[in-house]
């Protein structure tokens, strides 16, 4: 398979190492929202900074994906993409806007962090 | 039909002894035809910008290299010379159709000499007209064509000098940059900001990214899409982008397009932009201070 899915904390890390294909997409899409469900995930972080190319499947599969983990209660956070990939993407004329993003897994970790530092403040 | 094909082989054929003929005679009354000529360009009102003195000397030497140009049937000397005067007249603001006009002015000035010089001999003055007409012409298109191109030449030079000195990006403090716009923005600009921008990013690792279009004059539909697309590639990298000053006529135009603004976060100026980014930096920036502190 190439995506490594390793668990950090609250989180589950995708990284996705090389093209993938229609199916391999959904399947990961399925996966990882199965996943956040049964583990009581806060977040899933997608990192495509591997891809050179990410066509308008791959872009609305992520968007779906983004979706479907919200609904099943966590945050999904796509980091790593690239000046080339993001000028396509936006090309698209796709509505991305459920897709959250951050540079790179730092600062996605970052991100979360503060967030459920705030969420601990609150509780 | 035999015979018109008769009479041009004839007139090719005799261009070579007529055209000798047609410079020494122009040779001869250069100073009268000169003065002709000047006479008429001011009467024309033509090349305004420039003072009788110069004009008359510029006129002697495209005359000179004019009729040189009938001689040898070489322009490139002419070419030469047009493409060195363009250069020294174009900044002082003479058009394309003055310069078209002066030429044009010049070959009706020769024309109708010749007429008069040869209205006796209506055989000889048919070979002559042959002999002069297309390379009259050819003279004309090579002016003509030399400034323009110089024009051309120049205005691409402003264009990209345009282009290298207006859109630096400004690293104001860590994690924000600004990017100053100013002056046209037109579809192959936008798009080489957006590269600019998506680089920025990149390699400032950029959080926040100010875009001030307060030097921007006008936009349209194409660039208001490249503008919004290069927000939306900025967000999937991870970066807000600012768009700060925003004219009324600008904004107005935007509304008009019915562009899809949803997606812009816009302050009024630059400074308003500034305080907006570090609103959004300073929250990560105390989380920050935090981190350090414990």
Avoid: C
Avoid at chain 1, 57 to 70: G, P
Avoid at chain 2, 111 to 119: D, E, G, I, N, T
Avoid at chain 2, 174 to 198: C, F, K, N, Y
């Amino acid at each position: 398979m190439s995506v490594a899915i390793l668990r950090q904390g609250d989180a589950l890390i995708a990284a996705i190492q090389s093209d993938l294909t229609d199916a391999q997409v959904l399947a990961l899409r399925d996966d990882l929202a199965e996943r956040v469900g049964r583990h009581r995930l806060q977040a899933v972080i997608v990192d495509v900074s591997a891809l050179d190319v990410i066509d308008s499947f791959v872009a609305r599969s992520l968007r779906s994906m983004a979706i479907t983990t919200r609904l099943r209660g966590a945050e999904t956070l796509v980091v790593g993409i690239q000046p080339d990939v993001a000028i396509a993407m936006a090309h698209f004329d796709l509505n991305l806007k459920p897709l959250r993003t951050a540079k790179d897994l730092d600062e996605a970790l970052v991100l979360l962090g503060e967030r459920v530092e705030e969420d601990g403040d609150a509780e | 039909m035999t015979a018109e094909t008769g009479t041009s082989e004839r007139a090719a054929a005799s261009d070579e002894s007529l055209l000798p003929e047609l410079v020494a005679y122009l040779r001869e009354n250069r100073t009268g035809l000169r003065e002709q000529w000047v006479e008429r360009i001011t009467a024309a009102g033509l090349l305004t910008a420039m003072t009788p003195d110069e004009i008359f000397s510029e006129v002697t030497a495209v005359y000179d290299n004019y009729v040189a140009a009938l001689e040898t049937g070489s322009v490139e000397t002419l070419q030469a010379y047009a493409r060195d005067l363009s250069e020294r007249i174009i900044p002082r603001g003479v058009d394309t159709d003055e310069v078209l006009g002066i030429v044009l002015l010049l070959r009706d000035i020769l024309a109708r000499s010749l007429f008069v010089h040869y209205q006796d001999n209506p055989e000889l003055l048919h070979r002559i007209l042959d002999a002069y007409e297309p390379a009259a012409n050819r003279i004309a298109v090579t002016v003509g064509v030399s400034f323009v191109e110089e024009r051309e030449r120049v205005i691409r030079e402003q264009q990209d000098a345009i282009r290298e000195l207006s859109t630096p990006v400004l690293q104001v403090r860590d994690r924000l940059v600004v990017l100053p716009i100013i002056g046209m923005l037109d579809s192959q600009r936008a798009r080489q900001l957006t590269e600019q921008l998506l680089g920025a990013i990149q390699s400032n690792r950029a959080r926040v990214v100010v875009l001030d279009i307060t030097g921007v004059a006008t936009i349209d539909l194409t660039v208001a899409n490249h503008l919004v697309q290069a927000v939306e590639a900025a967000r999937l990298m991870g970066a807000s982008a600012i768009i700060t000053g925003i004219s009324s006529k600008i904004a107005q135009t935007l509304v008009d397009l019915g562009v899809d603004l949803e997606q812009m976060r816009t302050v009024g100026d630059l400074q308003g932009g500034l305080e907006e980014a570090e609103r959004l930096l300073g929250y990560r920036g105390e989380a920050a201070a935090t981190d350090q502190r414990t």
